[in-house]
C-alpha cells in the first residue's frame, strides 16, 4: 500500500545524494507511488466513523430532538446554569461555529441559521496529545473516547480543543445539597438506567455513542434525526467507499469547522 | 541514657494511643454478614464465575471489565475464554491470583456462556438488592467504592 | 539545621502563626471544594482554566529565577554571590512547593493524581512538566541544604553539590520552557500559540524573581544581623533591569505581530485584555496598572540614580513583581480563553473561597520560605559572628 516510512526514507536519502528533493525525487524514483499513498488505504475490516450534517435539512425543532435524545440517553442533566453546563452536542449559529467565515453580506438564510455541534472526533486530535493519563484517547476507528475511571480532571484537554467540545463536572449532580434543586430541574432523571451518570472532576464528551454502536445501532442523535427527516444526519464508515457519509461526501459541496488547524474533524456539513 | 524515665513514660504513653482503637473495640467484632441472594440470583444457580472466585476477585473483574470496555470495547465475558486465557498468564500477580482464589483456575464452565459486562445491566439485574448483596458486607470491612458515584443503584423495595 | 528555625524572637513566631492561620483558612475552603468540586470557583466550560493555573505559571518563573544567582556564582566563578546563591535556591523550593500546590487544587479528580505515573505519557507536556518540577525541587533541597550545612561547618562542600548544581541550570529553564509549551503547543488559542512563548515566560521569570530576592534580601537586611551586601544587590538590580526590558520587549514584538498582520484571531485577546469585549472589560483596569507598573520600574531600574538607591530600588522591584504578576497571574491565562472558540465572552473572575485557597497556598510557601530563609540567615549570623 503506497509508500511506508522506510521506503520513503530510503527514496530520500537517494535523492538526496543526487541533490534531488521532494515531489521530483518522488516521481523519478516511484513513479505514481506518491498519489498512491495521499489516498486514504485502510487496512480491510477497520472502521473510521464520521458525521454528515445536512443543515440543509435541519430546523431548530429537529436540533432540539437531537439534543434531547442525546442528553437523555446519556443522562446529561439540566444544570440550569451556563457556567456548569454540560453537553455533548448543541447547536450554534454560523458566525459562531465557523468564526472568520462570516462577512456583512451574507446570505440571509445563513446568517440567522443555527448548526447542530458535537465532538469533531479528530483524526489528528489534539486533546489525545495533552492528555496526561490517556484518559481520552483515540480508538482504531477514529473514535476519541473518554474513559472516565482514569480522567483526574486537569482539564488540559478542554485547553486542547479548538472546537469547545468538551464538558467539565464542575459539580456532581448526585451532592447531597443540591438533589433537590436539580430535581426540579431534571424530574426524571436519569434518564437511561442503563448508562452511568456522572461523579464531579471529570470532563465528557461525546462519543458517537459508542456503547450504541457496539450494540450495532446508530447514535442516538442520528436516529432521532432521521425519524423525522430522513437524510438530516449521515453517520457511516470513511472507509467504505459506498457508506452513506461517503455518498454524501461525494456528491456535496461540504465543509469543517477550522479545518486549517490541522486536526482533520470528522463531522462534515453541508450547507 | 539522658532522661531515660521520660522517654519510657513517652513511650508507653504512644504505644498505648496507637493501641487504643484496639483496646477499645476489644471482643466486640460484629459477625461477618452473608451475601444475601435474591430469587433471581439464586434460581440463576451461577454468577460469571465461579463463587471462590467472585468472593475474592469481584473486584478485580469488574475494574477488568470497565478498563476492556471503555479502552477496548470488548463488551462481552466469557469465562471459558477467561479460564483458558488463564493458563496463558505468564504475569505473577495474575499467577498467584489464580493460585489464591482456587476456583478461578480449574472452573471452566460445561456451557460456553457470554455476558454483557455491565455493573448496571449485568450485575445488579440478578443483584438488584445492593443493599444487603454489597453494602452489609462493604460496610463490614469499612470500603466504600466509589462504583456508586457514576453507577446508577438498582430501586429496592423497601 | 532545622534546630535553627525552632529558635527565633517573638516577630518570627508571630509571623509564622499569622500564615499558619492564613494555611488553615486556606484548608478549610479547599476541603469545601474538595466536597462540593470545583464549581466553587468562578471557573466554567469555557474559562477551564483560572486563578490556580496563572499562579502556578507566576511562581514557576520565581522558581525558574534562582537559577539568576546560582549561574553566575557556579558557572563564572562570580564570588559575590556566593552570600545569596543559598536565598536563590531556597526561594525557588518555596516556588516550587506552592506550584505543586496549585497543581493539586486545581485538579477535579486529586485523589487520583498517580495516574500521571501510574499511565506515563510521553506525548503530554504536563507529564513533563511534572518530571521537570519534581526534579529542580530536589536539586534545590540538595545543593542548598548541602552547601549551608557545609558553611555552618566551615568546611568546603561536597564535589557532587556542584555537578547538581551545575545540573540544576539547564534544568531551571527547563521547568520554565516546559511550562511554556504547556501554552504554547495549543492549536486554536491564538494568544498562546506564539513561538516566542518560552522567551517571554524567561524574560519575564528572570526579572520578576530576582526584584523579588531583592525584596527579600532588603528585608533579611532589616530583620537580622545578617548583610545580605550592596555589590549583590546591585549586580541583581541590573539583571531585574536588563530582564524587565527584555519582557516588555517581547510583549511589545508580540502586539507588533498582532496588530500589523491585522489577523482577528490574535488581536482580539489583546483588545479583549486591554478595551474589554462585548461588554466586559474587568480585566482593563487590571493591565493598564501593569502598564503603569511596568514603566514606572523601566524609568527606575534604567536611571543609574534610581537604581542604585536601595529606597527606589525597592519602588523599582515591587513595581516589577506587581506588573509581571497581573500579566502572568492574570492576564495570561483568563485572556488566552477569553474569547472562547466560538469567539464568545464568558466572564471569570475569582471567587472568595478560590482567592482564599489560592492566599492559603500563598501562605504556605511562604511558611516554607520564612522557616528556610531562618535556618539560612541564622547560619550565616553563626559563620559571621
Redesign the interface.
Known amino acids: 500500500m503506497g509508500v511506508n516510512r522506510r521506503d520513503f526514507l530510503k527514496i530520500a536519502g537517494i535523492a538526496g545524494l543526487f541533490g534531488l528533493s521532494g515531489r521530483a525525487a518522488m516521481d523519478i524514483l516511484a513513479p505514481g507511488e506518491l498519489e498512491a499513498a495521499e489516498k486514504p488505504v485502510a487496512p480491510p475490516g477497520v472502521k473510521r466513523w464520521a458525521m454528515v450534517v445536512d443543515s440543509r435539512k435541519m430546523d431548530e425543532a429537529l436540533m432540539d430532538k437531537c439534543i434531547e435524545a442525546c442528553h437523555r440517553e446519556h443522562n446529561v442533566p439540566n444544570y440550569g446554569n451556563p457556567k456548569e453546563e454540560i453537553k455533548w452536542v448543541w447547536k450554534e449559529d454560523y458566525h459562531h461555529s465557523f468564526p472568520g467565515q462570516q462577512h456583512a453580506f451574507i446570505e440571509e438564510d445563513l446568517k440567522h441559521k443555527e448548526f447542530l455541534l458535537m465532538c469533531n472526533h479528530c483524526s489528528n486530535p489534539p486533546c489525545c496529545r495533552v492528555c496526561p493519563t490517556q484518559a481520552t484517547?483515540q480508538?482504531e476507528d477514529g473514535i476519541i473516547?473518554m474513559?472516565?475511571?482514569r480522567c483526574i480532571g486537569c482539564r488540559f484537554c478542554m485547553a486542547a480543543c479548538p472546537f469547545g467540545a468538551r464538558s467539565f463536572n464542575w459539580g456532581?449532580p448526585?451532592r447531597v445539597t443540591r438533589v433537590e434543586e436539580l430535581k426540579k430541574l431534571n424530574p426524571d432523571f436519569?434518564t437511561n438506567?442503563?448508562?452511568?451518570?456522572?461523579?464531579k472532576g471529570v470532563v465528557e464528551k461525546c462519543t458517537f455513542c459508542?456503547s450504541r454502536l457496539?450494540r450495532g445501532e446508530v447514535p442516538a442523535c442520528v436516529e432521532a434525526a432521521n425519524e423525522v427527516t430522513e437524510g438530516a444526519l449521515i453517520f457511516g464508515d470513511l472507509n467504505d467507499p459506498e457508506s452513506g457519509v461517503r455518498e454524501a461526501l461525494r456528491k456535496h459541496y461540504s465543509i469543517r469547522r477550522k479545518p486549517e488547524l490541522g486536526t482533520e474533524p470528522n463531522l462534515y456539513f453541508i450547507v | 541514657m539522658y532522661d531515660g524515665g521520660k522517654i519510657i513514660v513517652g513511650l508507653i504513653a504512644c504505644l498505648a494511643f496507637f493501641l487504643s482503637p484496639f483496646i477499645y473495640d476489644a471482643g466486640t467484632a460484629a459477625k461477618a454478614p452473608k451475601p444475601v441472594l435474591t430469587e433471581k440470583a439464586k434460581e440463576a444457580g451461577e454468577c460469571v464465575n465461579s463463587t471462590p472466585y467472585m468472593k475474592a476477585w469481584h473486584m478485580h473483574l469488574l475494574d477488568t471489565w470497565?478498563?476492556t470496555v471503555?479502552?477496548n470495547?470488548e463488551?462481552y465475558y466469557s469465562p471459558r475464554r477467561e479460564a483458558r486465557m488463564a493458563r496463558l498468564d505468564k504475569n505473577l500477580f495474575d499467577q498467584w491470583r489464580h493460585f489464591v482464589s482456587d476456583g478461578a483456575r480449574r472452573y471452566v464452565p460445561k456451557e460456553d456462556k457470554v455476558y454483557y459486562k455491565?455493573l448496571?445491566?449485568t450485575c445488579l439485574d440478578c443483584h438488584s438488592n445492593k443493599s444487603k448483596f454489597c453494602d452489609e458486607c462493604h460496610n463490614y470491612m469499612g470500603v466504600t467504592p466509589?462504583c456508586w458515584?457514576?453507577?446508577?443503584q438498582p430501586e429496592e423495595k423497601k | 539545621m532545622l534546630d535553627t528555625a525552632l529558635k527565633g524572637r517573638q516577630g518570627y513566631w508571630s509571623w509564622l502563626i499569622f500564615l499558619l492561620a492564613l494555611m488553615g483558612v486556606g484548608l478549610g475552603c479547599y476541603l469545601y471544594q474538595f466536597q462540593e468540586g470545583l464549581r466553587i470557583t468562578g471557573m466554567s466550560r469555557d474559562v477551564s482554566w483560572g486563578f490556580y493555573i496563572a499562579q502556578f505559571t507566576y511562581l514557576v518563573g520565581v522558581a525558574a529565577s534562582g537559577v539568576m544567582v546560582v549561574l553566575p556564582y557556579y558557572l563564572h566563578n562570580y564570588k559575590a554571590f556566593g552570600r545569596i546563591t543559598v536565598l536563590g535556591e531556597f526561594l525557588a523550593i518555596a516556588a516550587i512547593t506552592m506550584c505543586l500546590l496549585f497543581i493539586f487544587v486545581d485538579l477535579g479528580n486529586p485523589v487520583r493524581i498517580l495516574n500521571v505515573i501510574l499511565y506515563p505519557t510521553p506525548n503530554s507536556i504536563l507529564f513533563w512538566d511534572m518530571i521537570v518540577l519534581n526534579v529542580y525541587l530536589l536539586l534545590n533541597l540538595f545543593v542548598g541544604w548541602n552547601v549551608l550545612s557545609a558553611e555552618r561547618k566551615g568546611i568546603p562542600y561536597r564535589k557532587w553539590v556542584k555537578v547538581l548544581a551545575y545540573i540544576s541550570i539547564p534544568w531551571a529553564f527547563s521547568i520554565h520552557t516546559v511550562t511554556a509549551f504547556l501554552y504554547a503547543g495549543l492549536p486554536g488559542r491564538h494568544f498562546w500559540l506564539t513561538a516566542i512563548m518560552a522567551a517571554r515566560f524567561l524574560a519575564s521569570a528572570f526579572c520578576s524573581g530576582p526584584a523579588l530576592l531583592i525584596l527579600l534580601c532588603l528585608i533579611v537586611r532589616k530583620v537580622s544581623r545578617f548583610d545580605p551586601g550592596r555589590e549583590q544587590i546591585r549586580t541583581l538590580s541590573g539583571i531585574v533591569a536588563y530582564a524587565m526590558i527584555l519582557n516588555v520587549f517581547f510583549f511589545l514584538l508580540e502586539l507588533f505581530t498582532a496588530f500589523y498582520s491585522q489577523i482577528p484571531s490574535h488581536k482580539i485577546h489583546f483588545i479583549f485584555l486591554f478595551a474589554g469585549l462585548e461588554g466586559y472589560g474587568k480585566l482593563a483596569p487590571w493591565m493598564w496598572t501593569a502598564t503603569g507598573f511596568a514603566i514606572l520600574s523601566l524609568i527606575l531600574l534604567i536611571v543609574p540614580a534610581t537604581r542604585r538607591n536601595l529606597d527606589t530600588l525597592a519602588v523599582a522591584c515591587a513595581a516589577v513583581v506587581i506588573a509581571t504578576w497581573i500579566d502572568k497571574g492574570l492576564g495570561l491565562i483568563i485572556g488566552g480563553f477569553t474569547p472562547n472558540p466560538f469567539e464568545r465572552v464568558t466572564p471569570y473572575w475569582p471567587t472568595t473561597p478560590e482567592i482564599f485557597i489560592t492566599v492559603g497556598v500563598w501562605a504556605t510557601g511562604f511558611f516554607v520560605l520564612t522557616v528556610l530563609y531562618k535556618m539560612a540567615v541564622s547560619v550565616k549570623e553563626e559563620v559571621g559572628a
Request: glycine share 0%.
Open positions: 484517547f480508538r473516547m474513559d472516565m475511571h456532581d448526585w436519569p438506567r442503563t448508562y452511568p451518570t456522572r461523579s459508542a457496539a | 470497565r478498563h471503555v479502552r470495547d463488551r455491565s448496571q445491566e466509589y458515584d457514576c453507577h446508577i
